[in-house]
Structure formats: C-alpha cells, structure tokens
C-alpha cells in the first residue's frame, strides 16, 4: 500500500482525545480540527505529545509493578533542543510559546517546568468554536 503525503495518521494517542497527525505538512488533528504548526513547532509538539502518551503506558504498567520508579513528567530543554536541532534554548521557548497558542483552543496547554523543560496540560477537549486558527 502507497503511503499519501496527504493523509492524516492516527496518534499520538492520548486519552480523551482524537489525535492524527501528518509529518510532511506539519499537521494535527484534534478532535476532528486541523492544527496548521511549523516544522519546528511541530517536531516539538510531537515530541511532547509521545512523551505524554509513553506516560500513559507507563501508568497502566505500574498498576502491575508499583516499585517501578515514576519518569519525569516534563521533557527536558535538552531533549526539546536535540529533536528539533535548534541551536539555542531560547528558540525552544520560542517555538512552544508559538505552538501553545494554536494548541490551547483544542484543550492542549504547552508549559514550561521552572529551568527544567516542558510539559502539557490536558483541558477537558473544546468541541465547537465560532473561530478557527
């Protein structure tokens, strides 16, 4: 089968929300609406949101095995810096404050962990608006 560099993929998947994703055009679905990011922003964000859905796993896991040590919940600058190839910390802070703005309407808050790195915060999903992004 011919992979399209149109389509839309499934994931990351992340409770209570419908992601899809395309890496050629750098977009997100979110329940259903399109997030137009950079390919930077983008590089970040899906970084971020693999992050949150490895967490999940890990959560289901440590039911089962609860002397399992917890991973942290942010990502660190340096591991933001690296997947991006972004020479500056600065320009990560860049990219999200940018990334968080087009994500927040979809329920998905980009923060920064004081001088540690990222995390999301996951809102209950905006279903409807009166304005698009």
Do not use: W
């Not at 020479?87 to 004081?114: D, P």
């Amino acid at each position: 089968m011919a992979k399209h560099i149109d389509q839309l993929y499934a994931g990351p998947h992340i409770e209570g929300y419908q992601i899809y994703h395309n890496d050629h055009f750098h977009h997100l679905q979110i329940n259903g609406r399109l997030v137009r990011l950079s390919p930077t922003e983008y590089k970040l964000c899906i970084y971020l949101l693999r992050h949150f859905e490895r967490l999940q796993h890990f959560a289901l896991y440590r039911r089962e095995h609860p002397e399992t040590n917890v991973p942290p919940v942010y990502v660190s600058f340096e591991q933001l810096q690296h997947c991006a190839q972004l020479a500056e910390r600065s320009h990560v802070t860049k990219h999200l404050s940018n990334a968080n703005g087009k994500l927040k309407v979809h329920g998905i808050s980009i923060l920064c962990v004081n001088e540690y790195g990222y995390t999301l915060d996951f809102q209950h999903p905006v279903l409807s608006s009166s304005y698009e992004r």
